[in-house]
T-cell receptor
């Protein structure tokens, strides 16, 4: 079955440590996204990538970094510069059509807790 | 950048229709209305979208008013598994803000037995 796999599902880290969240998709989607969700809140866009080797900052990119070396993979690194990293992180993807609706497929999420 | 207004919570009896409203009075002519839902601690799931006409699929129906300033998502026979947060989103067609769907706080729908 095609879909998006995020790992790990739960992650604990100490302050000052960088962590990398994995996002892999086998949907042959061109564009991939990372969102952050805090308790009781909506989703906020961190980074997105429309093609391999290219990505753009979203609304809350500070303290995060990404790479897009392969079409299938879009890992997110939460750096020590991110002041409040405890959150639920969601990866999504979609086809890169030029017109029409844009329907996102989401992964199951990764919950990061900083101790 | 909220462009939609939804009630924070609603409830519905199992087996009855759930009608979730959404106001989007500033919607532009090229903006779609999307609905997603998120079951607790899972990723959001796409439900349906529309531009001008009413739409129906296996999950739900979307009714858009003629002036496009509001819409209603209808779950015709709600089940306990429909308990979730439902997000109404408006976004331009591709080519401008690809993927930038703004998810607000949505409506928490609780279906009770």
């Amino acid at each position: 079955d095609g879909g998006i796999t995020q790992s790990p599902k739960y992650l604990f880290r100490k302050e000052g440590q960088n962590v990398t969240l994995s996002c892999e998709q086998n949907l042959n989607h061109d564009a991939m996204y990372w969102y952050r969700q805090d308790p009781g809140q909506g989703l906020r866009l961190i980074y997105y990538s429309q093609i391999v080797n290219d990505f753009q900052k979203g609304d809350i990119a500070e303290g995060y970094s990404v790479s897009r070396e392969k079409k299938e993979s879009f890992p997110l690194t939460v750096t020590s510069a991110q002041k409040n990293p405890t959150a639920f992180y969601l990866c999504a993807s979609t086809y890169q059509a030029t017109t029409g609706a844009n329907v996102l497929t989401f992964g199951a999420g990764s919950r990061l807790t900083v101790l | 950048d909220a462009k939609t207004t939804q009630p924070p919570s609603m409830d519905c009896a199992e087996g009855r229709a759930a009608n979730l409203p959404c106001n989007h009075s500033t919607i532009s002519g090229n903006e779609y209305v999307y609905w997603y839902r998120q079951i607790h601690s899972q990723g959001p799931q796409y439900i349906i979208h529309g531009l001008k006409n009413n739409e129906t699929n296996e999950m739900a129906s979307l009714i858009i008013t003629e002036d496009r300033k509001s819409s209603t998502l209808i779950l015709p026979h709600a089940t306990l598994r429909d308990t979730a947060v439902y997000y109404c989103i408006v976004s331009p067609q591709r080519g401008s803000t690809l993927g930038r769907l703004y998810f607000g706080r949505g409506t928490q729908l609780t279906v009770w037995p």
